[in-house]
């Protein structure tokens, strides 16, 4: 697909109109902005990001929940497992699809990848950089260590990933009120993917971003179609692509206001 000045220029417009510090307040980015420790930012943000399915309001009332029930020391929260004195209730709902047995497994490796390196960040930059990775993708590495069973992590192949990849917008993307830049040093704002779902796909096709399909359908988002609209906002956003991210949103946005 070729972009039309009129469209870039509206891009750029957006991002700047909606990467701002206004953004984090129905966001659920806002809750790794509590925290000075880059670990427990690291932590709150992984569990927030993973969350974020469906109605904002529900995706923040049950993501603070648990950071309430965590208290003032979200690492050692997790390091002690206090998680498993909060989610007791097997394999009922926490939230939405979500049981109780899914968020212990999803603890209990993300505590298992914080004895091992400290963090999860070094967990993770230990894993990309290791001479065995030739990939350029960070987001099919993490998933690949949860258990098939922790249906908060994606495991389809081809998958999107959206909210592993939103996660790692906010852990690498740096000057910006928004996003942390606590991994700028060792993983490339140009390896991020746009978080995409069948949501920011229809605002893509809206602004023709994407070609239909034959029978005039927008196409799924997947990992490949994820590549191509990332190496597309390449073009207008150069070193940055996921900046569009804020463009998306905000062309949502702005276009249900004028509904």
């Not at 690498?172 to 978080?195: A, E, H, M, Q, T």
Request: net charge neutral; with cysteine.
């Amino acid at each position: 697909m070729m972009l039309t000045k009129k469209t870039a220029d509206r891009l750029v417009y957006l991002a700047d109109k909606y990467e701002t510090k206004d953004f984090l307040t129905k966001d659920p980015s806002q809750f790794m902005h509590r925290y000075t420790d880059p670990a427990e930012m690291e932590i709150a943000a992984f569990l927030a990001a993973n969350m974020a399915f469906g109605r904002r309001d529900q995706i923040l009332s049950h993501t603070e929940a648990v950071l309430q029930a965590a208290g003032t020391d979200l690492l050692k929260w997790v390091q002690n497992k206090g998680y498993r004195k909060f989610f007791t209730k097997g394999d009922s709902s926490y939230y939405r699809m979500y049981t109780h047995n899914d968020f212990l497994l999803f603890f209990d490796t993300v505590c298992t990848l914080i004895k091992e390196s400290d963090t999860i960040g070094n967990h993770f930059k230990k894993i990309y950089t290791h001479p065995d990775n030739k990939g350029n993708y960070l987001a099919p590495l993490i998933c690949n260590l949860f258990p098939e069973n922790c249906h908060l992590i994606p495991h389809s192949k081809g998958t999107a990933a959206k909210r592993i990849n939103m996660f790692l917008r906010w852990m690498v993307r740096d000057n910006s009120p928004v996003d942390l830049g606590l991994w700028k040093d060792w993983y490339s704002k140009k390896n991020l993917l746009i978080p995409l779902d069948t949501h920011v796909m229809q605002e893509a096709a809206t602004l023709s971003l994407f070609q239909l399909s034959k029978n005039g359908n927008v196409p799924s988002a997947s990992f490949k179609t994820d590549v191509q609209l990332t190496n597309l906002m390449e073009t207008v956003f150069p070193g940055d692509p996921c900046r569009a991210d804020y463009a998306l949103f905000g062309f949502g946005v702005d276009k249900d206001a004028d509904s």
